[in-house]
């Protein structure tokens, strides 16, 4: 391929939609499949072309994975309601950085000429099951049925995790959290101060989308202080500070040339260029990782997707995925943005809603309209997906790009030069260093349990729980950091390790 690409051939977003569906009490919503085509139709209404002449021309339609309904084929169910046929139907992996891959695949394809144009689209009516389930009520939508099977835990977990609870994000996301406070040597207050005042920002932003789940501003003092409205889940994090899924949200772009757009009638100033994207990913396994202060994957993906769009400064626009604190504070870093720049353009997975692994849908809708307003001349996306895992960033522009699009993996450069991974032990007794760990709040406030990763003399790892209520109190109390501190471990007859800080 040539280092330059002609204006006609460039890949442009020439549509976005998005449907966002509040409930009133007592009523059930609308099935996922339903938001996305509706999503779809708004995308197709916003190119300001004739929706005929678009499914005439539309050649692939990815979905997101969507996590909350069971489809045989969601991607050709949605593209049979759309009434367009002979389209290339793919739903996606699970993962929140599925959106920018795809886009960005998609982009790669229309520019190639393998496909003429390209619907990426995905959504959840996690809000209605949660409904349904109230009022005791099956939902009347399509009939369930086996679509593609769900990963198990069990195949990229190791025992030792699962053994000690540490199986879901909320189990996870506080590893890195709590590390990365020692590991900068913040105090507990100010690491809390900097997750609230990205939430505030990122809420500020939700306030202003009409698209939000939430549409609410708050404070940074509202969102790192525990309250009644704001109980402590999972320790260092409020309710405030974590992704909210039950929300009724779908989103739609619509990709394909230049040329394309311009014979279809879309209007010039309608139009959002595509830039090069680069994804990478570390182990799976939580307990294969070489350390949880620094995602090395996150960081080789975002510093490579700025070089690869020649991007000497930092974007005008970001959006980085907001899961959790950890995510935005480490590709804050990675990026070297300042402490007050804006980090959102849609609102964050907590205010805007997190539509499960299609967020960054409704962030792609967010920048196009960004960009088409005149807010900056760039943007860059960034999602992030499973456990600090998979990692993927694109670039979008004003005006055209010069270099054709690129889909970078930067994978076997990412497993050549990945740092020692020290090995598990099972049963453990003896003297160790915390390197990190989670913390469980009852729904009183009060602290319930803890899982912990610790190293042993020899630079092993062991897990081990808490069962001395001083070491639980040594946890949370933020007056001394814990992480680094010494203690002795031994092996419990429940099968466990148990650790006591000394």
């Not at 139907?89 to 496909?115: D, H, W």
């Not at 086996?146 to 990229?156: C, I």
């Not at 940074?220 to 202080?225: D, G």
């Not at 525990?226 to 260092?236: G, M, Q």
Request: net charge negative; glycine share 8%; aromatic share 6%.
């Amino acid at each position: 391929m040539s280092t330059t690409i002609s204006k006609n051939q460039q890949a442009v977003i020439i549509g976005v939609g998005e449907i966002t569906e509040k409930l009133e009490n007592g009523q059930i919503g609308r099935e996922p499949m339903r938001l996305i085509v509706s999503a779809c139709e708004n995308a197709m209404a916003d190119t300001g072309a004739n929706s005929e002449a678009l499914k005439a021309v539309i050649s692939a339609v990815y979905v997101i994975n969507q996590m909350g309904w069971p489809y045989a084929d969601l991607a050709s169910l949605t593209a049979e309601n759309l009434g367009i046929s002979n389209a290339l139907c793919e739903e996606s992996p699970v993962g929140g950085n599925m959106p920018t891959l795809y886009l960005t695949e998609a982009a790669r394809q229309v520019q190639s000429g393998e496909q003429a144009m390209v619907i990426v689209a995905g959504g959840e009516a996690t809000a209605s099951l949660v409904a349904a389930g109230k009022l005791q009520q099956r939902p009347n939508w399509t009939p369930p049925q086996a679509g593609k099977p769900r990963p198990s835990k069990a195949d990229f977990f190791h025992p030792e995790a699962l053994k000690y609870g540490l199986n879901m994000p909320i189990d996870v996301y506080p590893l890195y959290d709590n590390a990365i406070r020692a590991e900068w040597g913040q105090s507990f207050a100010e690491a809390q101060r900097e997750s609230g005042d990205i939430g505030a920002g990122m809420a500020a932003v939700a306030a202003a989308n009409p698209n939000s789940w939430l549409g609410k501003a708050f404070s940074s003092e509202e969102i790192s202080t525990p309250s009644e409205k704001n109980r402590l889940v999972v320790h260092p994090y409020t309710k405030w500070m974590i992704a909210n899924p039950v929300v009724n949200q779908a989103s739609a772009c619509i990709v394909t040339t230049y040329e394309k757009a311009i014979a279809l009638g879309v209007a010039e100033d309608k139009l959002v260029y595509i830039g090069s994207g680069v994804g990478g990913a570390e182990p799976r396994d939580i307990l294969s990782r070489s350390g949880y202060t620094e995602a090395h994957a996150m960081s080789s993906v975002l510093k490579k997707t700025l070089e690869v769009n020649d991007m000497s400064a930092v974007p005008e626009l970001v959006e980085l995925y907001s899961c959790f604190p950890c995510v935005p504070k480490l590709a804050r870093r990675a990026l070297g943005l300042s402490e007050t720049a804006v980090l959102s353009v849609t609102g964050g997975l907590t205010f805007f809603g997190a539509a499960v692994n299609n967020y960054m849908g409704h962030a792609i809708a967010a920048m196009v309209h960004a960009i088409r307003a005149g807010k900056g001349e760039n943007g860059l996306l960034y999602g992030n997906g499973e456990f600090v895992t998979k990692h993927h960033a694109v670039v979008l522009y004003r005006q055209p790009a010069s270099n054709p699009v690129e889909n970078l993996n930067l994978q076997d450069d990412l497993d050549a030069n990945y740092g020692d991974v020290p090995e598990v032990l099972s049963a453990y007794s003896g003297p160790s260093i915390l390197e990190t760990y989670s913390l469980w709040y009852s729904r009183d406030g009060q602290p319930e349990r803890a899982a912990l990763i610790c190293r042993t003399p020899e630079n092993k790892r062991h897990l081990a729980a808490v069962n001395a209520p001083a070491t639980l109190q040594a946890l949370i109390s933020g007056e001394k950091e814990v992480i680094g501190a010494s203690g002795v471990a031994s092996a419990g007859d429940d099968g466990l390790n148990y650790w006591l800080a000394v």
